[in-house]
């Protein structure tokens, strides 16, 4: 079984309304992963020497030497993975490969969770969703219903592997602090829960951006810290099985094959009900669980 949560944090100084910007702010946060947290038609990856291993990340910063490093320490770490999904969870919006051949694990790192927003443009007869600003490199079609809503922001880091003997992972990513940038140099990705038809309110459903974001989108940790202080925002880590050779659609966003994920100060989402999975205790399993 995974651990239950533990949060901890050790601050030398948080960024808060009028400290200097010459002044340092350095601190990190520890908390344990949780395994079956998911929702969608995601793929919870839970095999027993992951239920029986210890999970753990550490998001260490410093603003003076413009580091944000995530760390992961993880145990029972299945080497060279593969998966295929039962029911393809791809939509109109975003594509997934169906199955992950020896693929390898990646790292998540939501920065901002859903304090920021970004508009989506829907068809004003149908009132389809047609996709996000950002994804429509031409600009909205003519006529269209500009929608701004909540998002989240996340970061991928590289691919890596356990020791194919102990299955153990020790591995860090700096995402930078004042330009954070994910492992190919990009802002990351935008992560909405939104309706699909905007006339339809049980239509929500999760969307990724996916074409590249601008530099100009790329954060800064003092707003992450900033919205932690004010109690309106956080941050999560999570993991993921991946091809070793993305597809260009999924660059910047995960596989739905989800491992290891937490958040703090709170949970965003919390893990999955017993009932959502045949084996509630233990067991690798793609999910159906609406987002309403």
Known sequence: MSKSSLLYATVALLAVPGVARASNVVGQIKFDLELGV????????REPEMCEGEAHAKVKWNRNADHVKVKLKLEGVP??????????????????????????????????????????YYDSVSGDLIANEFDLLSGPPPGSIPVVLPAAQMMCSGLFQPNPN??????????????????????????GLLPYNLFDPSSVWVYYTHEILPDSEAQDFDTTLAELEAGIGGFAVSTSVEPLIKPPALLTHDQLMIGWTNSYPDFFLEPAAPEAFEDPDCGTEQIFVPFI
Do not use: K
């Open 38 to 45: 998911a929702a969608g038609r995601e793929m919870s990856i």
């Open 79 to 120: 080497y060279q993975p593969s998966y295929c999904f039962e029911v393809d969870p791809s939509t109109d919006y975003n594509e997934y490969p169906f199955c992950v051949e020896d693929g390898a694990w990646q790292m998540w790192f939501v920065s901002r969770m859903f304090t920021r927003s970004t508009t989506w």
């Open 166 to 191: 102990s299955l153990e992972v020790h591995y860090e990513f700096d995402y930078g602090y004042n330009h954070m940038v994910d492992f190919i140099g990009t802002p990351g990705t935008l992560v």
